[in-house]
Structures are given as C-alpha cells and as structure tokens.
C-alpha cells in the first residue's frame, strides 16, 4: 500500500524555539495514532533510529514499526534547537517526555532535515538511568 504524499499544514502544536512544520506535523500525527502520515514525512530512504531496535528504514518500515509499538504514547515535546550541518542539512534537537499507559520517560529526539524539509533522520534517545532503562526494555 503507497504511503500518500505529507500534508503540512499550519499547527497548533508549539515547541519552544522551533517553528518548523515538518516536525511540528511529526509530533502531531504521532499523538493521533496517524503513523502512516508520520512515515510520510520521511524521505525514500529516511531512518528512524528506536530505542531497542535495529534502525528502521523507508516511510513503510517506519508505519509498520509505529503501528505496533506506538499505539497509546503521547509525546510532549517542550523545547528545540536547531543547527545547520556541514552539508546544508538542518539537525534539530527537541526534549520532552513519552508518556505512555504504563510510564513515562524524558525524551531527547535528534532529527535531520534535507533541503527538501524531509526527514533523513530521527533518533529517539530515552533519558534515563540504565536501570530504569532495563526495567522499560520487555
């Protein structure tokens, strides 16, 4: 099944020192359960690199993962950075916390951003003891 084309629309969403859509839209579609349109905001060759995974390539691999352990989070991101790369690409840096039905955690994710305001990069990093970590990891 093709994933449609990302609609990014104005937000309603505010992240302190970020204002761009792409991400704006991510953390949006994220907390409605719409992983095909987060997948989509993704390039061809996008990855997202997940806490406990081998890092997942292209918008489907991206819908699948999400679709089977995303359910049920909600992202509460609260504050951004961003800087432009060597190459022209933009890395933002967004901290906040996931909170889903059983715990919540605090949340950097590190994203890139080509030219093209897609996605070529997102890693999601838990920011908590190794202990609590193990306790999170099934």
């Known amino acids: 099944m093709p994933l449609s084309s990302p609609s990014v629309e104005a937000s309603e969403l505010t992240i302190e020192g970020i204002a761009e859509p792409v991400l704006l839209r ?24 997940a806490p406990f995974e081998e890092p997942l390539e292209g918008p489907e ?11 049920a989070m909600k992202l509460e991101p609260r504050e951004a950075i961003a800087e432009t790369l060597e190459d022209g690409n933009i890395q933002y840096q967004v901290s906040g ?4 039905p059983l715990f919540g955690v605090n949340v950097l ?15 999601i990093k838990l920011l908590a003891s190794p202990k609590e970590l193990l306790s999170l990891r099934r």
């Open 26 to 49: 991510y953390f949006e579609t994220m907390n409605a359960g719409e992983f095909e349109a987060t997948a989509a905001l993704f390039a061809a060759n996008g990855k997202m690199h």
């Open 97 to 100: 916390k996931v909170q889903t």
């Open 61 to 71: 691999a991206i819908a699948t993962y999400l679709q089977t352990e995303a359910k």
């Open 109 to 123: 994710w590190t994203f890139v951003l080509n030219q093209e305001r897609e996605i070529i990069a997102a890693t």
